[in-house]
């Protein structure tokens, strides 16, 4: 019958047989339901938005209300008779009975609501109606503990999903030239994800390497390495080529704040110690790598992660450098650099 009218628990004989084999044998209750009921009862556990607050109309105790075998019914009224006898007979009586089936019903209901839990991806976890249902209905029961994990567990997601968009908000200031609002939205989803998803996570890593790049163009480039060293310490050991051109980007933002550092010899974060020929030589051997990396796994002509035209330009800017510093008499180490810092631009157009 229907979840919410069960038959069996107006039958005597039902009701009687789960109390014995709860009393008896302390075993659990298990619930089959045709696949429509699950369906139906899944749905009657899933919360709905009422006036913009989320509610659940599932009620455990109008659901166990009809349940009294003082009123149960039974094909046989002999049997009916022998069942009542022995309930008016046992410890308790009828509602000592009654309450054990109720009791029972609970711990169904309890190991469902986790099963239900279980069965939502973590990632859909966040504003799935059915996780929220499953809290309320934990919470009435006064499983508070249980309730409150469900309920931190989904604050956590729609963090981590405010969090993504933070992050691609971030993205969209810095291209569209608002570098100080980029790096406050940057630093927030990097922050973030790291406090919830650890900071070897493949997002968190993403943030911290988008922070960087953000701190780069700021001119705050002593920031910029100290956030893209943090996530390269924090990257795990690479398993999948994705993971691999992931290290590649690090290292080519690495390369680009080198280089940087040797492009501004006067700036603060250098120093004054002017454009140093290992830092140079680190530059240009990290270039390389991901020149050839990138050619390795994506070819010559990848649309989105292998601008070779940008590499080749950032390869011949540490080059042309380093021939700077071998003799400086050739000309000024800043016209110099002005004039490749020019050419990358017109690279990159």
Known sequence: ?????????????????????????????????????????????????????????F??????????????????DNDRKMIMDQ????????AELNRAVVSALRGWLLERCNELY?????????????????????WRQGQLHAAAAIIQDMVDARH?????????LGRCRQTTGQAGEAVQLLREAFDGRARLLGAAHRATIASGRALAAALRVQGMRRGAMKELRAVMDSRPAPVSDEDKLDGLAD????????????????????????ADAKVLEEAM???EEVLEGRRHFLGDH??????????????????????????PSDSSLRNCCWDLRTAEREARR
């Open 1 to 57: 019958g229907p979840f919410d009218r069960p038959i069996a628990l107006t039958r005597a004989w039902c009701i009687f047989e789960i109390f014995v084999t709860k009393k008896v044998f302390g075993a659990a209750l298990d619930v089959r339901l045709p696949n429509i009921e699950r369906r139906r009862f899944k749905m009657a556990l899933e919360s709905k938005l009422v006036g913009g607050v989320e509610q659940c109309d």
């Open 59 to 76: 009620d455990f105790n109008a659901w166990v209300s009809g349940i009294d075998i003082e009123k149960a019914q039974a094909f046989d």
């Open 87 to 94: 309930v008016k007979n046992s410890s308790g009586g009828a």
């Open 118 to 138: 279980a069965e939502v991806p973590p990632a859909d976890r966040a504003f799935s109606p059915t996780v929220s249902g499953v809290s309320m209905v934990l």
């Open 160 to 168: 981590v999903a405010l969090l993504d968009a933070v992050d691609k």
């Open 251 to 274: 290292k080519f933002l690495y390369a680009e704040l080198l280089r940087d550092q040797c492009l501004s010899p006067s700036e603060a974060d250098n120093e004054g110690a002017g």
């Open 285 to 287: 051997t990290l270039t």
């Open 302 to 327: 990848h649309p989105h992660y292998l601008d070779v035209v940008v590499l080749k330009a950032s390869m011949a800017l540490v080059f042309h450098m380093k021939r700077a510093l071998q003799a």
